[in-house]
């Protein structure tokens, strides 16, 4: 592709940002309805930094690597943040009892017709509030970006939901048990601790590959992205619940069943939106967690990202707390029928390699 044809087809050209603007507008549209949302809520709207010492520490998640020069001429690490999860969960600890926040997000290794190297994520958090407080945040959400686009349902990709009628709810266990015929849950101790060989077995008798090298995490992702996924959001929006404790590193445990946790996935239209927690707020345990996530990404990967050791002291003094991320573009995607990521995006990064 020469240059000359390439500009031709940029986003910036005055043909690419018409097909755009009605896109656009509409994603301007739900940020001003969603804005009011929180603040007829009494929540505060933060502003979180960037740049921070951990970009996160999920073992399958990818980061931006740079580094900060000092009055020294010191340089010292610095990553671009994947999630303003961790600034939140200070604020939280600070006192703030209910915030919320439009975060640009970085995230490498991820590009496509959902996924963007920068996007933006909605974040906000109840103070002394279940997670299911959440999930009822999330219907009215859906149901008001339907509204603000004056739209009956979202569509992707051919497929329909109705933003207006109340979530499915349905469980990790029930979903593999439907859409797998897997018993998830008897791979999975009261500890925590997983079982292999019988998850193996389990997908072998479902006719599923198991690879030698897969890990109990391994098998469980294969399950929820070939068998689960594909079934989820269509005619109404689904609420996939209770994780296992091991999928879910920033959650608390269920006080009904110990083996899974306190988190949940928002998805339409076959599109995962949303994840969220009952926050964890054992210091030592998160830091247990991390630790392993850590060790499972160099293993894979064969590097690590440090942790954030003012967020952990932070977590100790942290209240009682429930958390969720929106994507907002795909949200957007979704109300006004845009058919990838970058048409929504203002501006979207460049793409290399072209």
Known sequence: MNDRHRSSAAWWTPSAHADRRPF???RNAIQAAFRRYFAERDFIEVDTATLQVSPGN????????????????IASPLYLHTSPEFACKKLLAAGEPRISCFAHVYRNRERGP?????????????TGESYEALMRDCAALLALSAETMKTRGFTYRGQRCDPFLEPERLSVAEAFDRHAGIDLLASVSADGSTDHNHLASELRNAGIRVAGDDTWADMFSRVIVEKVEPHLGFGRTTIL???????AALARPSARDPRVAERFELYACGVELANAFGELTDAD???????????????VYGETYPLDEDFLEALAIMPDASGIAL????LVMLATGALSIDQVMWAPVAETGR
Not at 58 to 73: K, M, R, S, V, W
């Open 24 to 26: 656009l507008l509409g």
């Open 58 to 73: 999920e073992a399958h998640l990818h980061a931006f690597a740079t580094e900060a020069i000092g009055n020294d001429g």
């Open 114 to 126: 959902l996924h963007h190297p920068e996007f933006t994520m909605l974040e906000w958090y109840r």
């Open 241 to 247: 619940d209770e994780y296992p404790v091991c999928e």
């Open 285 to 299: 345990e998160q830091r247990r967690r991390f630790e392993a996530e850590m060790a499972e990404k160099q293993r």
């Open 327 to 330: 994507g907002f573009d795909r």
